[in-house]
């Protein structure tokens, strides 16, 4: 291995063409790889007490695709923002799981201790505000004092002691930068988008595979086979609140085939399986036979050029629906989510979806919509 193999040291490569004018430049093949084999060994190496470290990876990813950028540049982030992904990951688990037959209801424990800080802290939270949903929450009077205690519990535990695995520390993903501030290192952000999948997949399967082989959640768990869907899906209610909505405002009419509905899929246009949080202007209503058909491939052309108009026209509506069923909300989010979808395709030379058995290249054309 050449001399990049040293600690903290990320080798970059130029970038040429279009955006040769760049300042920073996208990471080595050799220093991609060098960032999985890393990554490889913060799971087989690192010690996971808790599921905090689960979380942390796939915040810092998912701010990387909102945040960053394919130039290989640092990203600067707080331990606010990451405190809030971390309110978001655990709203949900901070409910009794114990909806099964042979389960006993009760809270996922999710640390080998005592219940996790941030489990208790959001319990707490909730039974103290009565708010149902992370956008409600978010709105009280009492949020900042949550967000700040949770923001707290990140930066003194997991952002801390994640680097640490092997009997040794290596700062190869991020840095301390000050005060409640994370600094992603030159080509992480590049490495996180362009791996993202690999990253969310790493991450949820072992922070399953840790509550399943916590002792103390065997009587909760019982014979169920629905972890995964508890912790990471959207809920029924939630998506059947967005169906009527977007019934409402879109019509009763399949988004990619136009003809009409009866039964409706809320659909992620940006697939599911791509991105895995819940963007209220990612949904779209379509027929359960296109919905199968497009399944985890992005929409061809015609398909994303009214996807992003929609985006801008109805903006504010579909905000309003999110809201209502209690998913994140934001626009620009979106479109960044969707031009980071998109280019990662260009960059693979993915196909995209435009009707069942059919087909086409996503091309450079794709990107120039995001201009």
């Not at 042979?102 to 941030?118: P, Y």
């Not at 260009?346 to 450079?364: H, M, P």
Request: aromatic share 10%; glycine share 8%; with cysteine.
């Amino acid at each position: 291995m050449p001399a990049e193999a040293s600690a903290g040291s990320f080798p970059t490569r130029p970038i040429t063409g279009q955006v040769a004018n760049l300042v920073s430049s996208c990471p080595s093949p050799e220093a991609q790889l060098q960032f999985l084999s890393k990554l490889q060994r913060v799971f087989a190496e690192g010690d996971f007490t808790a599921t905090y470290k689960f979380a942390l990876l796939i915040a810092l990813a998912d701010l990387a695709v909102e945040l960053g950028a394919d130039d290989g540049s640092e990203l600067m982030l707080t331990t606010r923002q990451i405190g809030l992904r971390f309110i978001g990951l655990y709203w949900k688990h901070s409910l009794p799981y114990g909806t099964v037959q042979g389960s006993e209801a009760g809270i996922l424990v999710q640390n080998n201790g005592t219940q996790a800080a941030v489990v208790s802290t959001i319990s707490q939270f909730r039974e103290q505000t009565q708010t149902q949903t992370l956008q409600a929450a978010t709105i009280h009077p009492a949020f900042n004092n949550l967000l700040g205690i949770v923001s707290a519990t990140v930066s003194a535990q997991p952002l801390t002691y994640l680097q640490n695995f092997g009997g040794g520390t290596d700062e190869f993903i991020y840095e301390r930068a000050g005060p409640g501030k994370v600094r992603l290192k030159p080509g992480i952000g590049y490495c996180l988008r362009r791996f993202y999948p690999l990253v969310q997949q790493l991450a949820r399967s072992h922070w399953i595979s840790h509550i399943k082989g916590n002792r103390r959640n065997v009587s909760i768990l019982g014979e169920t086979d629905d972890l995964e869907a508890f912790l990471f899906a959207s809920s029924r209610q939630s998506l059947e609140t967005m169906s009527i909505g977007l019934r409402k405002l879109d019509g009763a009419q399949c988004f990619y085939c136009g003809h009409s509905l009866t039964t409706a899929d809320v659909d992620h246009f940006v697939p599911f399986s791509q991105y895995p949080r819940d963007l209220a202007h990612n949904f779209v209503l379509a027929h359960p036979a296109c919905n199968r058909s497009k399944s985890d491939t992005l929409a061809a052309l015609p398909h994303l050029e009214r996807w992003l108009e929609r985006l801008q026209r109805h903006s504010a509506a579909l905000a309003a629906i999110g809201t209502s069923a209690g998913f994140v909300i934001d626009t620009q989010t979106a479109q960044r989510v969707g031009s980071w979808a998109y280019s990662n395709a260009v960059a693979s030379g993915a196909q995209a979806w435009l009707t069942a058995n059919n087909y086409s290249a996503i091309d450079r054309r794709y990107m120039e919509c995001f201009a």
